[in-house]
């Protein structure tokens, strides 16, 4: 008898199917970890690149100054004008606003136009006033399954850009 349970417990034979399964659901949340991380990554980018490309836009849009903004009320979600041009090449990709947002649930609520304002910048010892136009949104990050998993939810992804307005 003694002899038959050193033999067991010495044996090795499905050791590594053992280790394996032990193993394999930290292996399996390390992956779903990556793989949540990289896209967030990725829209937390494509929002950063909308905002650039929008703010781009608006800076070149002649007649608005630091007395008449570009958007009276900058984070409404009836916009007008550039600031609705402006929005829609953010959300959607194009000045029409057809097709659908670049992100789910993203929406006009959520992006704000700001400016133009007036700044000082000092460079070279000399200060100068320059006009700035900003953008801001926000977006739902819709996870994979894992961050609800852990109990995660209502997560939001959050951007800016600002750009010297060139317009006048």
């Known amino acids: 008898m003694v002899r038959a349970l050193k033999r067991l417990f010495g044996a090795e034979n499905g050791a590594a199917l053992i280790e394996f399964t032990i193993l394999m659901p930290l292996l399996f949340a390390l992956m779903a970890g990556f793989i949540e991380f990289g896209m967030a990554m ?18 070149q849009v002649p007649g608005f100054d630091a007395t008449t903004p570009i958007d009276a009320t900058p984070c409404n979600n009836a916009p007008t004008g550039q600031a609705l041009i402006a929005k829609n090449l953010a959300i959607y990709g194009n000045i029409d606003g057809t097709g659908t947002p670049k992100i789910s649930g993203w929406g006009y609520d959520g992006v704000c136009v700001i400016g133009p304002t007036s700044r ?26 894992f961050l609800s998993v852990l109990g995660f939810t209502g997560i939001n992804l959050n951007g800016s850009h600002e750009q010297a307005y060139l317009g006048n």
């Open 120 to 145: 000082s910048v000092t460079f070279n010892g000399v200060t100068t006033e320059v006009l700035v136009v900003q953008m801001t949104a926000q977006a739902p990050y819709n996870d994979f399954g």
């Open 42 to 59: 990725q829209r937390h980018h494509l929002i950063q690149k909308s905002l650039r490309d929008s703010t781009r836009y608006l800076a």
